[in-house]
């Protein structure tokens, strides 16, 4: 009889959803991991089996067994790695070293989180009914090689990567082009200043225009290259500097050690507060939010990486070095919102930065200085707070060393029930920028250097701000209003500010004016996280750019499905005076909820043409016309910030004429390369 030919087919199949890991390289294509399979042998022989044949195959079953070897993962764990990569760990590597570990337990687990590597295991895959089971699962192919998060292959928290995109529009790498890796000298102690030297810092002070005196104040927190300076300070009952004597007694409050232990970006999972949730319910993990398939899940998946401010290593490095804590504590009251004065008590935290940054070494050196001011806020129920900062810098003598200087800044606030803080923000560090490098190259006078030049030789172009604002709302009907003013000249500053509404009624305002010209590098960064019910927002960026500056805004306002009846806006409006200005705006929303009123926004123009003549029509002349509508672009954030930081009206030194002096320096020469109906030059 002759005989036909047999087929047989076996089908064995993995769901992939959304894997980053999907690539499977071909020299480890053969380590295949373990797999079980029950599936029906198809056969096929010649048209088909007969009749009696294809009745025994149906009820047929066959177990197939493939067994495939797990790869060791560590061995794969930074075979990603660029150079340039390996050269943003190693900058971060370099800022660690040294002397530090001053808070006590803050420090130490800070240090372990930083140094303790992701655990490359296989997520276990759950079935259809099981509580956490989700359609969207990310599993990478059995036996292939499970890679760590991307910035995430040297340390336990994601290093700054030039193309991650919490770092996409900042020059990563003129960043870590710069060594900060100095230390001030007698950091972790206090600075004792004789009575000559504090009474000139004084002058210095009121100088600048943020002094503050004891009478206007409830307290004054004053720190030069982040140590603290007893001599021109102030310190009362609820405005103090916590010391290492402080984290090493016994007397150390657990509620601040489990405060400032807190990461940002969610790699401290339990939440600040516990969220109703229904009736008897309480939320308290965050990864597990609007689970379990709308939440953002661990933080070191890339999914959520891939969302974060990218805060939480430079928050570690801040209790890693950090030498002081202004600490600012205010009890409870038991005042009702009747009763409560309209005008709250002013605590002012100053930061000083010197020529040298406090750097023992020398010029010869070639190595910058890295200072970590520190700032905890807990204000308890029904209480009221103006909390202002400032960071100013100052020239000691003009034969000084110059030395580049990044500040790492952290401030931590707590919102209790009923509790209004008020919280202005100020940095005027950096000098100003050099005017007009927008224009060509060229020379109009023999041996006079072109704008650019003289910007690119700014010695202050080389320092960096950072500073991380990281604020939860934790007791009901609690409200945090906050004003961002970032005026200084600093070659790079990033600021975020990350807000948790965790409670029923909770209320946050974020309002923000940012100055860039020159060449600076300026990124900002916002989250306003709807946890709780019935929470409301309000958020306004301005930002006004010129010169060859950049400028980039991300503001996000999440929304998790416990949030119904959130009540949220957000706009960001931009002004580029100059053809060579860049900015990057990027409102967003995500909205899990199904009950809510949220909207968003963003423009971008020059001053309009329109409003300009209407000015000159009065009798104003177009440069006067300028400045007016330049300044009145800014006075509507400027004029939120604590009154007693403002000045006084006749002060030459008041906040709005130093507003009104750099928008001088940014003024444009020149016509627009392209004329259009928004842009005015």
């Given at each position: 009889?002759?005989t036909?030919?047999?087929?047989?087919?076996?089908?064995?199949?993995h769901?992939?959803l959304?894997s980053?890991?999907?690539?499977?390289p071909?020299?480890?294509?053969?380590s295949?991991g373990t797999?079980?399979?029950?599936?029906s042998l198809?056969?096929?022989?010649?048209?088909?089996?007969?009749?009696?044949?294809?009745?025994?195959?149906a009820?047929e079953?066959v177990?197939v067994?493939?067994?495939?070897p797990?790869?060791?993962?560590e061995?794969?764990?930074?075979?990603r790695?660029?150079?340039?990569?390996?050269?943003?760990?190693?900058?971060?590597?370099?800022?660690?070293?040294?002397e530090?570990?001053?808070?006590g337990?803050?420090?130490?687990?800070?240090?372990?989180?930083?140094?303790?590597?992701?655990?490359?295991?296989?997520?276990?895959?759950?079935?259809?009914?099981?509580?956490d089971?989700?359609?969207y699962q990310?599993n990478?192919?059995?036996?292939?090689?499970?890679?760590?998060?991307?910035?995430l292959?040297?340390?336990g928290?994601?290093?700054p990567?030039?193309?991650?995109?919490?770092?996409?529009?900042?020059?990563?790498?003129?960043?870590?082009s710069?060594?900060?890796?100095?230390?001030?000298?007698?950091?972790?102690?206090e600075?004792i200043?004789e009575?000559?030297?504090?009474?000139?810092?004084?002058?210095?002070?009121?100088a600048k225009g943020?002094?503050?005196?004891?009478e206007?104040?409830?307290?004054r927190?004053?720190y030069?290259?982040?140590?603290?300076?007893?001599?021109?300070?102030r310190?009362?009952?609820?405005?103090?500097?916590l010391?290492?004597?402080y984290?090493?007694s016994?007397d150390?409050?657990?509620?601040?050690l489990?405060?400032?232990?807190?990461?940002?970006?969610?790699?401290?999972d339990?939440?600040?507060?516990?969220?109703?949730?229904?009736?008897t319910?309480?939320l308290?993990?965050?990864?597990?939010?609007?689970?379990?398939d709308?939440n953002?899940g661990?933080?070191?998946?890339q999914?959520a990486?891939n969302?974060?401010?990218?805060?939480?290593c430079f928050v570690?490095?801040?209790?890693?070095?950090?030498?002081?804590?202004?600490?600012v504590?205010?009890?409870?009251?038991?005042?009702?919102?009747?009763?409560i004065?309209?005008?709250?008590?002013?605590?002012?935290?100053?930061?000083?930065?010197?020529t040298?940054g406090?750097?023992?070494?020398?010029?010869?050196?070639?190595?910058?200085v890295?200072?970590h001011?520190?700032?905890?806020?807990?204000v308890?129920?029904?209480?009221r707070?103006s909390?202002?900062?400032?960071?100013?810098?100052?020239?000691?003598?003009?034969?000084?060393?110059?030395?580049?200087?990044?500040?790492?800044?952290?401030t931590?606030?707590y919102?209790?029930s009923?509790?209004n803080?008020?919280h202005?923000?100020i940095?005027?560090?950096?000098g100003?920028?050099?005017?007009?490098?927008e224009?060509?190259?060229?020379n109009?006078?023999e041996g006079?250097?072109?704008?650019?030049?003289?910007?690119?030789?700014r010695?202050t172009?080389?320092?960096?701000?950072?500073?991380s604002v990281d604020?939860?709302?934790?007791?009901d009907?609690?409200?945090?209003k906050?004003?961002?003013?970032?005026?200084g000249?600093?070659g790079?500053?990033?600021?975020s500010?990350?807000?948790?509404?965790?409670?029923p009624?909770?209320?946050a305002?974020?309002?923000?004016?940012?100055l860039?010209?020159?060449?600076q590098?300026?990124?900002?960064?916002?989250l306003?996280?709807?946890?709780?019910?019935?929470?409301t927002?309000?958020?306004?960026?301005?930002?006004?750019?010129s010169?060859?500056?950049?400028t980039?805004?991300?503001g996000?306002?999440?929304?998790?499905?416990?949030?119904?009846?959130t009540?949220?806006s957000?706009?960001?409006?931009n002004i580029?005076?100059?053809?060579r200005?860049?900015?990057?705006?990027?409102?967003s929303?995500?909205?899990?909820?199904?009950?809510?009123?949220?909207t968003?926004?963003?423009?971008?123009?020059?001053?309009?043409?329109e409003?300009?003549f209407?000015?000159?029509?009065?009798?104003?002349?177009?440069?006067?016309?300028?400045n007016l509508?330049?300044?009145?672009?800014?006075?509507?954030i400027?004029?939120?910030?604590?009154?007693?930081m403002?000045?006084?009206?006749?002060?030459?030194?008041?906040?709005k004429n130093?507003?009104?002096?750099?928008?001088q320096?940014?003024?444009?020469?020149g016509d627009?390369?392209?004329k259009?109906?928004?842009?005015?030059?």
């Amino acid at each position: 009889m002759k005989t036909q030919p047999i087929i047989f087919g076996i089908c064995l199949t993995h769901t992939l959803l959304g894997s980053p890991n999907a690539f499977v390289p071909r020299n480890i294509v053969s380590s295949l991991g373990t797999l079980r399979k029950k599936s029906s042998l198809n056969v096929s022989v010649g048209l088909g089996p007969e009749e009696k044949q294809e009745e025994r195959l149906a009820s047929e079953e066959v177990e197939v067994k493939v067994e495939v070897p797990e790869p060791d993962h560590e061995l794969f764990r930074t075979s990603r790695l660029t150079p340039f990569d390996k050269k943003c760990d190693d900058w971060y590597g370099s800022l660690l070293s040294g002397e530090g570990c001053f808070l006590g337990e803050v420090s130490t687990d800070a240090w372990q989180r930083i140094n303790s590597l992701v655990e490359l295991k296989r997520k276990p895959l759950l079935k259809f009914g099981e509580d956490d089971w989700t359609p969207y699962q990310s599993n990478p192919l059995p036996g292939t090689p499970i890679l760590p998060a991307y910035g995430l292959e040297t340390y336990g928290l994601p290093i700054p990567r030039r193309n991650a995109e919490a770092w996409r529009n900042l020059d990563v790498n003129g960043l870590v082009s710069n060594d900060y890796s100095g230390i001030p000298d007698g950091i972790g102690n206090e600075l004792i200043l004789e009575e000559s030297v504090s009474i000139k810092y004084k002058e210095i002070l009121e100088a600048k225009g943020v002094w503050v005196d004891d009478e206007a104040c409830a307290g004054r927190l004053i720190y030069i290259n982040g140590r603290f300076v007893p001599s021109i300070s102030r310190v009362t009952d609820i405005a103090m500097n916590l010391s290492p004597d402080y984290f090493s007694s016994d007397d150390v409050s657990a509620e601040v050690l489990e405060n400032m232990k807190r990461l940002t970006d969610g790699f401290t999972d339990r939440l600040a507060a516990d969220v109703p949730s229904g009736e008897t319910d309480y939320l308290t993990s965050l990864k597990s939010l609007s689970g379990p398939d709308h939440n953002v899940g661990e933080a070191t998946s890339q999914f959520a990486i891939n969302g974060q401010q990218g805060t939480a290593c430079f928050v570690a490095l801040n209790s890693v070095k950090a030498g002081a804590v202004a600490y600012v504590n205010v009890p409870s009251s038991s005042a009702s919102d009747t009763d409560i004065d309209t005008n709250p008590e002013t605590v002012a935290v100053i930061n000083v930065i010197t020529t040298n940054g406090g750097f023992k070494g020398t010029v010869k050196d070639e190595k910058g200085v890295a200072s970590h001011p520190r700032s905890l806020v807990m204000v308890g129920d029904n209480s009221r707070i103006s909390f202002v900062q400032s960071f100013i810098d100052i020239d000691e003598s003009d034969t000084q060393d110059f030395v580049p200087t990044l500040v790492n800044g952290c401030t931590q606030i707590y919102v209790g029930s009923g509790a209004n803080v008020t919280h202005s923000y100020i940095e005027e560090a950096g000098g100003m920028v050099t005017a007009s490098v927008e224009e060509s190259s060229r020379n109009d006078e023999e041996g006079v250097e072109p704008p650019r030049v003289v910007e690119s030789k700014r010695k202050t172009l080389r320092n960096t701000h950072f500073e991380s604002v990281d604020v939860h709302v934790t007791g009901d009907n609690g409200a945090y209003k906050g004003v961002v003013m970032a005026l200084g000249g600093n070659g790079f500053r990033r600021i975020s500010v990350g807000t948790s509404l965790l409670r029923p009624g909770a209320h946050a305002a974020i309002h923000g004016f940012s100055l860039a010209g020159g060449n600076q590098r300026l990124d900002l960064r916002t989250l306003i996280h709807h946890i709780g019910q019935a929470t409301t927002s309000e958020q306004s960026q301005k930002n006004m750019i010129s010169g060859r500056a950049t400028t980039s805004f991300r503001g996000r306002i999440r929304v998790e499905q416990s949030a119904q009846q959130t009540e949220s806006s957000q706009i960001t409006r931009n002004i580029l005076l100059t053809d060579r200005s860049r900015v990057w705006a990027v409102p967003s929303l995500e909205i899990i909820a199904d009950d809510v009123v949220c909207t968003h926004g963003a423009t971008i123009s020059d001053l309009e043409e329109e409003a300009l003549f209407y000015l000159r029509s009065r009798g104003l002349d177009r440069i006067s016309s300028r400045n007016l509508l330049m300044y009145a672009f800014a006075e509507d954030i400027s004029c939120r910030v604590d009154k007693r930081m403002q000045g006084s009206y006749d002060s030459p030194k008041r906040l709005k004429n130093r507003i009104i002096q750099r928008l001088q320096n940014l003024v444009p020469r020149g016509d627009r390369a392209i004329k259009g109906e928004f842009q005015s030059v």
